[in-house]
Structure formats: structure tokens, C-alpha cells
């Protein structure tokens, strides 16, 4: 992360003017758009996808029938459309999450303005978009991962538990990939067939740890080899984050058919307002975004590009 220049303010004019200098309000805006790209796991997952910033409701579909193929047409007669030969239209609200911070006078007075609260204001935003992706918000019809994926792969014993190098980590993944590769749409088939480690792991750090930190007096052991051969065999790229529960995770295809995030309004601070009451500047981080899974088949809220890992 590259380095932010603290500013240098004079607290005597913040005390006449009751206003955030540019150059703090820049600062701090920064830092904080900054951490939240860096630790946003679930948005290197999606393919973004703008619109207008007052939209609230955002509109597509279900392919419940097969991808139609070319057709031969006589002399004179017109093609038929390309696409699904069966569409339903589907819509989602936009949701805004957010939360509010505070600077206080003690701690704008010595130029302080990414403090305790900002950075708790900034995990907390952070940790509820990715949640939103992983898990969903069922208070909210927001649907994540968990809510749509197409099968669970039970792993057969605990991944602490492993001796064998052929059993999992290794063969639960490889059985996650396998089942993306057997779903019935076409899209999906090209994408696996030709190059498994097109999907993607996501698991929590302790899974990860279990996985590729076997035998830790034993670096190289085959069992390790195994565990770290994985990911060139059966996934592309691991993603670690916290919001994924323990004995829990993901296998997946990432890109612009298989999984999005809509943004209305990307995450952004509200310039800070002095609050004379408290003698604080305050504010709120706050984005308005949703994610967004295409399904296919007759299985109403199911994507067939991601497949849970259980029971770790």
C-alpha cells in the first residue's frame, strides 16, 4: 500500500472555521478507500458493473432453457435471435451499507484523523460487503454465494485431521471442481474443460493454514508438496478472508457471466461535518452496491459456477 503524507494542519483555523481542512478531508478519504480496496476479498471475486447513481433497483434474468444453437434458414427468411430459447426477468434492490465515525477534538487538534473510530468505521463497512457476497442478508433479500451455489461437497474427515496426501484438502477440491465441470450449461463447460484452474478457493485462514502449513518441520514433505500442487492442478488463485465461517468454503468461476457487483454508488466518505455538541468532526463511509449471481436451469436461486466445501 503506498504511502499516504500525513497533513499538517493548523488547529486554531479548524477551531474558527468549524471545517475539515481539503488536504485532512483528502487524506483521510484516501486511507480509507485505500484499506478497503486492499481487504476486500468478495469484490476480486465479481466483475463490477456501474449505474446510475440514483438506481435503486437493478433488472436480469434466469436462463431456464438451453443456449440456442445456429440454425440453417431458406432463401429469404431471418435468423433466429441468439440467446436462451427461455428467459425469466428477475430484479434486486441496491443496498446501502454504511457506518458513521467520529474525530474528536483531542485527536484533529494533533493532526490525527485516521483514528481508532475511522479504522473501526472502515473494517466494519468492509466486513459486511464481503458478508453481503459470502452469505447474503436474508433481512434484506440480498443473496451470496452461500445462497445459490449448485452443491455442498461434504468433506470425509477434518482437514487438521489429514494424513494421507491423496485424501483432502486434495480430493475434496479436485470433487468441487469435477462438480462445476459436470453442470449442464455450455458457458461453463468451455471454461473448466479447457483450463481447470480458471475456479478459484476461497476458505477461512485456518483452513488455509491446515491445507499448506502441514508438518511445519517437514517443508517439503510429500504431503505438502501434494497440498501446494493443488492449487496449479485445480484452482487458479486462493482467496483467504476471515468472512468465510471456519470448516467452511468456496469453489468457483469468477468473471462477468458468473458473478457481479452492482454499483450505484461506490464506497465513498461524506465530507465531515463539525458537531459543536461534541467537539467532533463527524461522518459516515458508506457504498450502495449489490451482488448479483445469473442462474441457470429450473432451480429457482441457484448458480451452477460455485460449490460449497462443508464440514472442513
Not at 484452482?235 to 450505484?264: A, M, P, Y
Request: net charge negative.
Amino acid at each position: 500500500m503506498a504511502e499516504l503524507n500525513k497533513p499538517n494542519t493548523n488547529p486554531r483555523q479548524i477551531e474558527a472555521e468549524k471545517r475539515i481542512p481539503e488536504e485532512a478531508y483528502t487524506y483521510l478519504e484516501d486511507r480509507v478507500i485505500e484499506q478497503l480496496k486492499r481487504d476486500f476479498i468478495g469484490r476480486q471475486l465479481l466483475y463490477d458493473v456501474p449505474v446510475d447513481d440514483g438506481a435503486e433497483v437493478y433488472k436480469y434474468y434466469r436462463q431456464t432453457g438451453g443456449m440456442i444453437n445456429g440454425q440453417i434458414v431458406n432463401k429469404g427468411a431471418d435468423f433466429p435471435q441468439e440467446g436462451s430459447k427461455k428467459k425469466e426477468d428477475l430484479t434486486i434492490n441496491i443496498r446501502k451499507v454504511g457506518l458513521q465515525f467520529k474525530i474528536p477534538r483531542e485527536d484533529w487538534l494533533k493532526d490525527n484523523w485516521y483514528n481508532e473510530s475511522v479504522q473501526d468505521a472502515t473494517y466494519g463497512v468492509r466486513k459486511k460487503l464481503d458478508s453481503m457476497i459470502f452469505y447474503g442478508d436474508s433481512d434484506y433479500g440480498v443473496l451470496g454465494i452461500d445462497d445459490i451455489v449448485c452443491d455442498t461437497v461434504n468433506a470425509t474427515e477434518e482437514w487438521e485431521d489429514v494424513a494421507s496426501a491423496s485424501g483432502t484438502p486434495w480430493s475434496d477440491v479436485k470433487e468441487a471442481v469435477e462438480t462445476i465441470q459436470t453442470q449442464s450449461n455450455a458457458q461453463l463447460e468451455r471454461v473448466l474443460a479447457a483450463d481447470p484452474s480458471e475456479a478459484v478457493l476461497v476458505i477461512n485462514p485456518i483452513q488455509y493454514n491446515e491445507a499448506f502449513n502441514w508438518h511445519e518441520d517437514e517443508p517439503f514433505s510429500e504431503t505438502a508438496r501434494h497440498s501446494r500442487q493443488m492449487i496449479a492442478d485445480y484452482v487458479g488463485n486462493i482467496f483467504v478472508t476471515e468472512q468465510v465461517e471456519e470448516g467452511e468454503g468456496f469453489v468457483g468461476v469468477t468473471g462477468e457471466r458468473f458473478g457481479k457487483l452492482v454499483i450505484s454508488e461506490d464506497a465513498q466518505v461524506e465530507e465531515p461535518e463539525y458537531n459543536i455538541r461534541n467537539q467532533s468532526f463527524l461522518s459516515n463511509i458508506f457504498a450502495r452496491v449489490v451482488p448479483v449471481f445469473p442462474q441457470w436451469g429450473d432451480t429457482t436461486n441457484e448458480t451452477l459456477a460455485w460449490v460449497k466445501l462443508a464440514d472442513l
